[in-house]
């Protein structure tokens, strides 16, 4: 018999991946291709939809080829996604209004802000788990739909766009729901992804007429919500499309419940931290959607066709493989490699912290207009040790998140699975196991990302049979424990607080 896979899209904020996996949960082949990022002004970032598209359809094409896989021998395909990222696009033409307002842009902090201290910002995280925030989908579907079209009327454009998203000319979504539009020509996302758009009350799964009211988004833009996991609910490839055969578009997920998936956290509990452009802490909290009283969003984990919904409580931290990227922008360091060598050379960061707010600090702070901040230089400061202050700052956002998350759960944490890239940075996870004074645990397989939506996807058609084999599947790879006395990390943990402190309410909008 010819060998069967499950391939998996993972669309990140920097690029575009498509795995290949076998049954063991091992990588066959990989194919990456990043796209554009676009800062039309301070505070604004997009992605192109139809780049995105493209570099979809690209790696696709170059992951089966590399492993001489012909698209039939894919039992299934899983989509992970950016996720908050918005684009409305036209039924007809396929065609988006706008760039996709990307989950870091920071366009609607005013509406936001206009929301929070009133009974709305109650109601909203009531019904969706969520904080008033720019952050989500809803205040950013709301932009596009005021500003999206160039007339020269505000109340013609308004008019305009929401008459046509009435009629069923526009329709919105989140990148997994335009990928799964251009695969199969169905409109639909699943609960993780509709979680976060600030439209979607998780208790009742379902859109939310008071929300859809409060941000003016027609009902009939929406996507169709579905299990995480199925079968037959997304639809099938276009056999006579690009990739030439039809294979069944079974598992969806947004990519911090993916990696939750990926690393097998099935079980209350259970908890995984995600190091990407941001990091993402989530922890599996079962049936129950536990109310956050600390700064935590409330979220959906994942749901398998035929079963509940389960939940998690989530810290988003907006900027940490990013500040990575932003040492190499400013020329401190050639590539990421580099930072390990550099924050080695120097026995400590010299007093200097770095708070890397450059698109505000997520939870618990939740401050829109915190930005990046140094301090504690002084003439002896060197590269070496802004760098090693860049990596700390990883580690003291994680203990921010893990501290408020132990509040809430009452579930202390012993162990902390890890994945993403920047956990290839041996130093980095062990940095992370002193400031936490806990265990990190780092995996064979840290594409976790993709690995939860091919195993949500092989799952549904049957590939895999039950939870006990994914279990089965995942390897350590190493294990990391701490080697700083408990009372030295506190010390420098109780300095970052007085760090945050100093960037935040720093933006305005008078300034250039």
Known sequence: ??????????????????????????????????????????????????????????????????????????????????????????????????????????????????????????????????RCDAYFSATKTEWLLDNAEPLKLQQSRSRDLRARARGGELLMGTIDAWLVYKLTGNHRTDVTNASRTMLYDIRETEWDEELLAEFDVPREMLPEVRPSSDESLYGHTDGDGFLGAQVPVAGVLGDQQAALFGQTCFDAGDAKNTYGTGSFYLMNTGAEAVDSEHGLLTTVGFQRSGEPVQYALEGSIFVTGAAIEWLEDVDLIRNAAQTAELAQSVDDTGGVYVVPAFTGLGAPHWDGRARGTIVGMTRGTEKSHIVRATLESIAYQTRDIVETMETDSGVETTRVRVDGGAVQNDFLCQLQSDILQTEIARPVVDETTALGAAYAAGLAVGYWETLDELRENRQIEREFIPEMPAETADRKYGRWATAVERSLDWAREEEP
Do not use: C
């Open 1 to 130: 018999m010819e060998a069967t896979y499950v391939g998996a899209i993972d669309q990140g904020t920097t690029g575009t991946r498509f795995i290949v996996f076998d049954r063991d949960g091992a990588v066959v082949s990989s194919a990456y291709e990043t796209h554009e990022q676009i800062y039309p002004e301070p505070g604004r970032v997009e992605h192109d939809p139809i780049e995105i598209w493209e570099n979809t359809q690209q790696v696709m094409r170059e992951g089966l080829s590399m492993a001489d896989i012909d698209a039939t021998q894919l039992a299934a395909l899983g989509i992970t996604n950016q996720r908050e990222t918005t684009v409305v696009w036209e039924t007809d033409t396929g065609t988006p209004i706008h760039n996709a307002l990307v989950w870091q842009d920071r366009r609607t902090t005013d509406r936001a802000e206009e929301l929070q201290g009133t009974d709305e910002a109650e109601l909203i995280r009531s019904k969706t788990g969520l």
